[in-house]
């Protein structure tokens, strides 16, 4: 399987789909092809010239779905500074280096790998399944999701959705924690909480936000010992500044299942519930009500500094990793 998702990855990344080449089209059409050769239903959608997203279902005995979700565009870059050419997928030391490996071209083939084998199987699955692969996400999404969201019905019977932001591993004295994102904040400067942020006032914020399924007793366990961190640090302030505002403002949804579910996968390892800074396309299902979990898990040794920089790469390791965690969980809730 991992030749697989190697393949398909390599293959993205030959195709540039950066923000200034808007050629998303020519990304999707390529993941419709394979679907089309598998025999899995799918359809584009493209608003506007070259900036097309491609929409798959694999049918369940019932309509409620899962949707897996990822996005084709990917930032620019300044070639000048990579190793390898950085629209050219390069294999090396058990890597692929290219642009969009791990934002989020990455997450795209284990999907794509994840539905041919649901499709192939002999089971029918219980709830239906269905991929999106958005545009213009690195942009401000106008022609991808919320296009998708607003002109379709994909999000009638959608109970749970997949997406990124999640899943990379941190060390902790001697525990790997896995982030899952539950909850972004992106405010403008009018929404900026100038909360005095008090020693009791974080407590309020990590209660409730426990109490509201966004954390967990490993976030705050590891808020609380964040000093003994020695890398990959998450800065203290994400876990409470503004938090508040998006707890204010946000439903009330159970993660206990999942997470458990999660939990269970990564035997040995941490599950750590955070709400992180900036936006992906996550908030769009989230403004719709819909619990959505971020979580693409890493191999601890990925690096994960060239998402947006300079010779981005992922892990062999991380993408078997991630298939068979992902692939399980999947799974068990179809």
Known sequence: MIEQVVNYLSNLININTTTDSNNETEGV????????????????????PNKGNLYATIRGENQESILLHSHIDTANYSEENWLFPPDKATIVNNCVVGRGTLDCKGLIAIW???????YLSDKKP???????????????????TKWIIDNTNILDDVKLVFGESGGYPITLNNNIYFTIQTGEIYMDSEEINNTNYTPDKIDEI??????????????????????????????????????????????????????????????????LPVITPGYSDNRLFREKGIPTLGFFPLDIKNNISGIHGANEYISFKSLKFSYDILAKIIYHIL
């Not at 059409?29 to 959608?45: A, R, S, T, W």
Request: glycine share 4%.
């Open 29 to 48: 059409l390529y993941i419709k092809k394979v679907f089309d050769e598998i025999g899995i239903e799918n359809k584009i959608y493209e608003p506007v």
């Open 112 to 118: 794509m790998a994840i539905m041919k084998n649901i």
């Open 126 to 144: 219980k709830n239906t399944i269905i991929f999106l692969c958005a545009c213009d996400e690195e942009s401000d999404g106008e022609y991808g």
């Open 206 to 271: 990590f209660s409730k936000a426990i109490e509201m399924g966004y954390y967990n007793q490993n976030t705050l366990e590891f808020y609380n010992k964040r000093h003994l961190q020695t890398k990959r640090k998450i800065p203290n302030r994400y876990f409470y500044e503004n938090v508040d505002i998006l707890l204010n403002k946000s439903h009330t949804f159970n993660h206990e299942l999942i997470f458990n579910l999660i939990q269970k996968e990564l035997a040995g390892y941490k599950l």
